[in-house]
């Protein structure tokens, strides 16, 4: 399989694509090298691969915090390339950074407050403040509490409603387990799938390569910065050569 | 053993002191939340504005509180120019050390265009208050002394307001805690960064202009108060505004109080000697400052 193995009448549906994409950071070698990843509606797309691979510099690219050399984005079709965070933010891409990125000397209702820093209509903001306390309770529960004093699974829960504050089109999630013991890894996983029915992309970075592509509907896995194989997450799954090499270790057998 | 009277006395303008300490040390407090910068010229402009404060009041004979009109958008554009001129410029890996002798050298320019300007003559404001005191529990205290600490209970009250309930202020404390998170919520970080470090030498404005109205000023004033006012935010911990505010007043008491028994001279090195224990007891500093265990 290759990104080529992509149905093509799906094309159209793609929310985000990255498309032969090379980059890199200052003057050091190539990361990425002619990359192609595509984020269809309503899908969790995971990333999967070794150390260093590039699957974090895949998202910094789709965020606009880094600059491709060359190749294309598009989001929805439209051409963004070259874009900074802020613009990529209003094309609807929205990024949970790796490890704990809430402001932690912060209140729980500050953070996701901030996480509507962009948008001017009041009853807006309080809509998407009712959407999010209800789609992540902790969040409604330490509502007041500082950010910094909750669990990591908390933490990443705050983290994931402030980036749906603006109505994300596609949320680009770097290894959301990081850190966390396996009961608030379940919980977060869950909390993606929940994202996604209610309506959001995911392009997901996981090193938890396994747990990831349970919950995912496509899976890529990326090694020299190159998309090595793609396909459905289930047929990833239980192919047992990918399992040898990339999801440590053999695959259940059946 | 100095009277019970003495000993109050001492309290009240320590903590006078502190309130001036505390609304500087939030300054530095900001510069260094914001880019990591260590402001060795805060104190410099303080004097700057002081003499200002002084020239204005000698020219024109308007009082010195007066300036503040002047002098506080001045130093916030100052700030937003020196953050986005100078600072950007400095490569971020080295950032924290280069600063140190950048904003060195600023500070020996300003004290040199003082000299040069004003002479190196000691200046003094004399106003129709300046020798007016009120009695307060059986301490003395004098009327511009008390005006100073106003002011900088003011605007640090200003400042807490401004961070708290502030669109701006929110975005800076965001991008005081986590510069790239707050980026991707769409927050122009470099803007918002210009804006603190104008805040911070703003706060210097009031600052200088507070301590005209009761201190003899000469261009290198400026040494004895950087010393203190950076022990006071590694005390308090880096980047906490609440815990620069707490290690001032004590420390301002201290320093007080110690000047019952002790030279001026030596009361000043309370300041030092908190540093040193600070340092070897708990670096992270005494109240808040999560921010230097991260960096």
């Known amino acids: ?254 | 053993m100095p009277s019970a009277s003495l000993v109050f006395q001492s309290v009240v303008l320590g903590v006078l002191l502190g309130g001036l300490y505390a609304l500087l040390a939030a300054g530095l407090t900001l510069y260094f939340g914001v880019m990591r910068v260590v402001m060795i010229a805060h104190s410099a402009f303080l004097i700057l504005a002081a003499y200002l404060a002084w020239y204005a009041h000698r020219e024109t004979g308007i009082d010195p509180l007066l300036t503040l009109f002047v002098t506080v958008p001045l130093f916030f554009a100052a700030g937003v120019a020196m953050q986005r001129l100078l600072l950007t410029r400095l490569r971020p890996a080295t950032l924290t050390m280069m600063s140190v002798l950048l904003t060195f050298s600023v500070a020996l320019v300003i004290e040199g265009l003082l000299g040069y300007v004003f002479s190196g003559t000691q200046r003094r404001i004399r106003l129709g208050y300046s020798s007016s005191s009120i009695e307060f529990f059986g301490a003395r205290v004098a009327v511009v002394k008390l005006i100073a600490f106003g002011m900088a209970a003011l605007a640090l009250l200003g400042l807490y307001v401004l961070m708290k309930h502030s669109r701006f202020g929110q975005a800076l404390r965001a991008t005081i805690q986590h510069r790239e998170a707050a980026q991707l919520l769409g927050i122009d970080t470099d803007r918002i960064a210009g804006y603190g470090f104008g805040l911070g030498l703003a706060t210097a404005a009031v600052g200088g202009t507070a301590l005209s109205l009761d201190t003899t000023i000469y261009p290198s004033l400026h040494w004895h108060w950087i010393g203190p006012l950076m022990a006071i935010i590694v005390v308090g911990g880096l980047g906490s505004v609440p815990g620069a505010a707490i290690a001032a007043m004590t420390l301002g008491m201290l320093q007080s109080l110690l000047q019952l028994e002790l030279s001026t001279t030596w009361a000043q090195t309370v300041f030092y000697v908190a540093l040193f224990v600070t340092l070897a007891v708990r670096p992270q500093g005494f109240f808040g400052g999560r921010l230097a265990q991260r960096f």
Request: net charge neutral.
């Open chain 1, 1 to 254: 399989m290759s990104d080529a193995d992509f149905p093509s009448e799906l094309r159209s549906e793609f929310l985000l694509e990255l498309d032969d994409i090379r980059a890199g950071y200052g003057r050091a070698a190539l990361v990425l090298r002619g990359l192609t990843v595509r984020v269809p509606a309503g899908a969790i797309v995971c990333l999967v691969g070794p150390n260093g691979a590039g699957k974090s510099t895949v998202l910094k690219v789709a965020s606009g915090l880094l600059t491709p050399r060359s190749g294309r984005i598009l989001v929805d079709g439209e051409d963004v390339t070259g874009r900074g965070p802020q613009r990529m933010l209003a094309a609807g891409v929205a990024h949970v950074l790796q490890g704990h990125s809430v402001f932690r000397e912060m209140t729980v209702a500050e953070n996701v407050l901030l996480g509507g820093y962009t948008l001017r209509d009041k009853a807006v903001v309080a809509e998407r403040v009712a959407f999010v306390r209800d789609l992540f309770p902790v969040v409604a529960e330490r509502w007041t509490d500082l950010a910094g004093l909750l669990s990591g699974g908390q933490q990443k829960q705050v983290e994931f409603a402030r980036s749906l504050m603006v109505s994300p089109r596609v949320v680009l999630l770097d290894e959301p387990s990081m850190g966390l013991d396996p009961k608030a890894t379940g919980v977060v996983f869950e909390q993606i799938v929940r994202m996604r029915d209610a309506g959001t992309a995911v392009l997901l970075v996981e090193q938890n390569a396994r747990r990831a592509l349970e919950a995912a509907d496509t899976g890529c896995v990326l090694d020299l910065g190159r998309v090595h194989v793609a396909g459905p997450a289930h047929e990833l799954l239980a192919d047992p050569q990918l399992g040898e090499l990339y999801l440590g270790g053999r695959p259940v057998r059946r």
